[in-house]
């Protein structure tokens, strides 16, 4: 089942540059789009989200697009920091206000930002 | 800042063994999930809880597992008879709901289940 999926398993950037992770999905049900941030032997931490009534959200550092046509969106970091350095898992959800919608999560990309 | 916290860190357990894992979601959220992550894998939904029953399950959560919220603060996970391939870390999670910004999900540590 790969309805989210996440085409680069990593990244490397350079500190002070932009890094652009991209997710891609299948299902045109999904009206709700999170990014998650992991570190190794941690619980995945919420870090922005986006409705799919939306085409931008951003919250300081972090700017997530969706593109609703293309089924595509990205996550957008500027400027990237040495600690943003982590596994990033991009998720929708298919909201249903009697379930609270689970999530589908893609396989991650690895983020490196080196100094 | 409230968050989602999990016991234990690590289970061991030996194969066709009962395993309780439990988790204290954020105090005032409506949702609860467990999901997991097997090694090198993607996470994966398990359950969803709401309203003192579960709401959704997948096809992974079949006869063997269980869901509670025994009190207003404990949400637990019951594997009845544990298998090899529920190795995995387990991961707790809550939300608000009720308009799309509470829809956020916010998880727990992990608890670490290792079936030998």
């Known amino acids: 089942d790969q309805q989210v999926k996440q085409n680069s398993p990593s990244l490397s950037v350079q500190e002070g540059r932009i890094s652009i992770l991209n997710c891609d999905y299948t299902?045109?049900?999904?009206?709700?789009f999170l990014w998650y941030k992991k570190y190794p032997a941690e619980g995945p931490t919420f870090l922005i989200s986006?409705?799919?009534?939306?085409d931008k959200n951003e919250d300081g550092r972090f700017t997530v697009f969706l593109n609703k046509s293309a089924k595509h969106l990205s996550l957008h970091i500027v400027p990237s920091q040495p600690g943003d350095s982590a596994v990033y898992f991009c998720?929708?959800?298919?909201?249903?206000?009697?379930?609270?919608?689970?999530?589908?999560f893609g396989q991650g990309t690895e983020l490196s930002v080196k100094p | 800042e409230p968050e989602v916290t999990q016991t234990p860190s690590h289970q061991v357990t030996q194969m066709g063994q009962e395993v309780i894992l439990r988790c204290v979601p954020i105090?005032?959220?409506?949702?609860f999930y467990w999901y997991r992550q097997i090694l090198g894998q993607k996470v994966e939904f398990l359950v969803s809880f709401y309203n003192n029953e579960i709401s959704e399950k997948s096809e992974i959560f079949d006869d063997q597992f269980s869901v509670e919220r025994p009190d207003g603060s404990n949400f637990t996970l019951k594997i009845r008879s544990t298998k090899l391939e529920d190795s995995a870390m387990y991961f707790c999670a809550s939300s608000l709901g009720g308009d799309s910004s509470s829809y956020e999900q916010y998880f727990g540590p992990g608890t670490r289940l290792t079936v030998t």
């Open positions: 299902n045109s049900m999904f009206d709700y």
């Open positions: 105090s005032n959220h409506l949702y």
């Open positions: 986006i409705s799919s009534i939306k």
């Open positions: 998720a929708a959800s298919a909201k249903d206000y009697n379930q609270g919608g689970k999530l589908i």
